[in-house]
């Protein structure tokens, strides 16, 4: 750790070295993200964590044909047919077991770096096409690369093995780019991953090779798809593009690429030092949202982008993908609303796209989901119909490899500190404690008590060797907010840039935040609307009835389950000025676990109703929400629940007119 801070200490000087007006080597970042293992989950996220390892997540390795340990015992198929699944699974995986301290995970992964580094050929090559005619592609390493940079942040003794590996591989693949090889359209399209390795790399080890490392990032970059062309307003798609023509390659149109994609430009930034990359990313990702966006704070691509309707769906690899990229965006740009919509993303899209306990997940979720089941016709145009069922892996394998990334990586990133490491910033609001020395050798612990996001009010406690500037963001739904520092008076919280800073003394320094918001209501497509309150969306519980479609042989936990609407849910909502706010606090001061699942969180939202005539499209999805919809029934009060507890919903409601 402590050559990792030298070096990187080392690095931002390096970096902000100007010779004769031109910027060279790599430009520093807004903030900085925390190594492995300091920021850890405390309290119900821990918890939730806690949920996910023993859920599908942690069992994949025992019992799932694509990561499964008898295989990998046997020979090289811990890669399988699947060629990035270990990979995928390992990205994830390592922080689940760090950040748990869980050593049956923290075992299994070690295991799989060792089989990796220990088969890496003679050329440099990584990965499951080492002694095999397989062609050699770059892309499917990375996330590979992705955990193996997370063991090192963990524990700093691995470098020694994983360092000179990667540079091998690196110089090799600089070879095989300026040949022509190893590309095809997915690593054409997801460069960005591998040019954040090589950073890593250089801000870190460089270890003399700074001009292999930027040549190599320039040639992903010129030999990737054009990532300052796709999110430029010119080309950009307006509504879901099955009908439009793509001017660039099909696969940039592509949801999860889309969401690694996001990352391509802040990343080029740090090569070119060129402004108008950080402009051209900021300005994506509202487009993104603008056309695509859902009120549970992701985008929509069924396979590919998907607009505005409420039906369309939201692969959970792009959820994952997504909340990662944003963290970098937050990281290099500083821009708050790139935090906000993680926060957003993690509390309510991530958890409505799997059951409560974890063992089984959907490959497209929906924002108005009367039914998760084999559907024909379906919505979704380049989706099979077995799409939104909860299962181990409906439609596609890659989200039940990938989707363990998303907790431990949002909990990794929840704090940062600033580039002069002499401040730490807490970012994402939630339990968690940390532990780590800033700048000055001033040893610094952090204690966050909260429920949030069920709960307005944090109490975090600050123990430091020396004075420091603590800072922690304020979302931009707060109204009202207000700080209490070491029991004086509380006052307005005045944030500058999201972010207020709180001034800690030697010694311990105790606040406590309270940050209540208004509900809100969002304009959504025909007319319809969406309900907010501070981080969580609210939604229609539809009652459900479950039944089991398959098992899994070896691990009857990961079973494929229907659910079928027991309960009207054709309804319109009144006028918002009724809508009440419940936020009781759960009993016994704990929430329950797992949380996100129908009647568990402690805050809902009573709201003004009545039911309407909505017709279904197809057999098992509804029809877009009618407009100016007339009362068929007593308009009577409906309870609204956080999105991410509800797995049959409405979230985009009609609204009627009391007479
Ligand atoms: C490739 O296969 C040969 C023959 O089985 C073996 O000796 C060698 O160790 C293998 N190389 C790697 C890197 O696995
Ligand atoms: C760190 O890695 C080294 C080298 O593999 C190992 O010997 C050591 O036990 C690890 N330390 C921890 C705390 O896991
Ligand atoms: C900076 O970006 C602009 C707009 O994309 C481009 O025209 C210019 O060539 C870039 N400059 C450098 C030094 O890359
Ligand atoms: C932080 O460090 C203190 C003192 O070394 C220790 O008691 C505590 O458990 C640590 N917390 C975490 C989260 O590692
Ligand atoms: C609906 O809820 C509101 C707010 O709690 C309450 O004032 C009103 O009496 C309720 N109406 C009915 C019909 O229950």
């Not at 997940?361 to 919505?379: D, E």
């Not at 394998?397 to 910033?425: E, R």
């Not at 070896?554 to 309804?571: G, I, N, R, S």
């Amino acid at each position: 750790m402590i050559k990792a801070l030298l070096v990187s200490l080392i690095a931002s000087l390096t970096a902000r070295s100007i010779v004769s007006g031109q910027a060279t080597g790599l430009a520093p970042k807004k903030f900085l993200n925390i190594p492995l293992g300091q920021v850890k989950p405390a309290g119900w996220l821990r918890d939730q964590l806690v949920v996910q390892a023993n859920g599908l997540a942690g069992h994949e390795h025992d019992f799932y044909d694509y990561v499964a340990q008898s295989d990998w015992i046997g020979g090289n198929s811990y890669y399988s047919n699947l060629e990035e699944a270990g990979s995928y699974w390992f990205n994830g995986m390592v922080p689940n077991g760090v950040l748990l301290d869980d050593p049956k995970i923290m075992s299994q992964t070690q295991q799989f770096l060792d089989y990796v580094l220990d088969h890496q050929d003679s050329t440099g090559w990584l990965g499951p096409e080492v002694n095999t005619t397989k062609p050699r592609y770059l892309w499917g390493r990375y996330p590979f690369f992705f955990g193996a940079i997370q063991m090192v942040e963990a524990n700093s003794s691995l470098a020694d093995r994983v360092v000179p590996a990667l540079h091998k591989f690196v110089s090799l693949a600089n070879t095989m780019l300026h040949n022509g090889e190893g590309l095809e359209d997915w690593t054409r399209t997801r460069w960005e991953d591998f040019v954040i390795v090589l950073q890593w790399l250089y801000d870190f080890y460089p270890e003399g090779k700074e001009d292999l490392l930027i040549d190599t990032m320039k040639m992903l970059k010129y030999t990737g798809d054009p990532w300052e062309d796709v999110f430029n307003e010119q080309y950009f798609p307006q509504e879901a593009v099955e009908n439009l023509r793509n001017p660039f390659p099909v696969l940039t149109w592509h949801g999860v690429n889309m969401a690694e994609g996001l990352k391509a430009l802040p990343s080029t930034y740090r090569f070119t030092h060129n402004q108008s990359d950080l402009d051209a990313a900021s300005k994506g990702w509202d487009l993104l949202f603008q056309y695509h966006g859902r009120p549970s704070g992701i985008y929509a691509a069924d396979e590919y982008l998907a607009g505005l309707e409420a039906v369309r769906g939201t692969e959970l690899c792009l959820v994952v993908e997504t909340m990662f990229s944003g963290s970098y965006l937050y990281q290099v740009i500083g821009d708050p609303k790139f935090a906000d919509r993680v926060e957003r993303i993690t509390y309510n899209a991530l958890p409505a796209e799997l059951t409560g306990d974890m063992w089984s997940r959907q490959y497209l979720q929906q924002q108005n989901q009367i039914a998760a089941k084999n559907m024909t016709p379906n919505p979704f145009p380049n989706d099979g119909p077995y799409s939104n069922v909860f299962g181990l892996e409906p439609n596609y394998p890659c989200c039940t490899v990938n989707h363990p990334q998303g907790w431990p990586k949002f909990i990794s990133n929840a704090f940062v500190t600033t580039p002069d490491q002499k401040s730490l910033v807490h970012v994402y609001l939630g339990p968690f404690n940390v532990n780590l020395t800033l700048a000055n050798n001033n040893k610094v612990s952090v204690a966050v008590d909260t429920l949030y996001p069920f709960s307005d009010s944090l109490a975090t406690t600050i123990t430091a060797e020396k004075d420091f500037t603590y800072y922690v963001r304020i979302p931009s739904w707060v109204s009202k907010g207000t700080i209490a520092i070491n029991g004086a008076k509380a006052k307005a919280v005045s944030p500058s840039n999201g972010l207020q800073a709180v001034p800690v003394k030697a010694g311990t320094t105790k606040f406590t935040l309270n940050l209540p918001s208004d509900i809100t209501i969002e304009s959504r497509p025909h007319s319809s609307v969406a309900v907010h309150r501070g981080p969580l969306h609210y939604a229609f519980d539809i009652a459900r009835s479950q039944k089991v479609l398959q098992q899994n042989a070896q691990q009857p936990l990961a079973k494929d389950l229907e659910f079928d609407a027991t309960a009207t849910w054709q309804l319109a909502l009144g006028d918002p000025k009724t809508f009440v706010f419940n936020g009781g606090a759960p009993e016994g001061g704990n929430l329950p676990s797992p949380v996100f699942d129908s009647g568990l969180p402690p805050f809902t939202i009573t709201a003004q109703a009545c039911p309407i005539e909505w017709g279904v499209a197809g057999d098992t999805f509804a029809a877009s929400p009618p407009e100016n919809p007339e009362c068929a029934g007593p308009v009577q009060n409906i309870t609204l629940w956080p999105f991410g507890a509800t797995k049959l919903r409405i979230g985009e409601f009609p609204t009627f007119k009391a007479n």
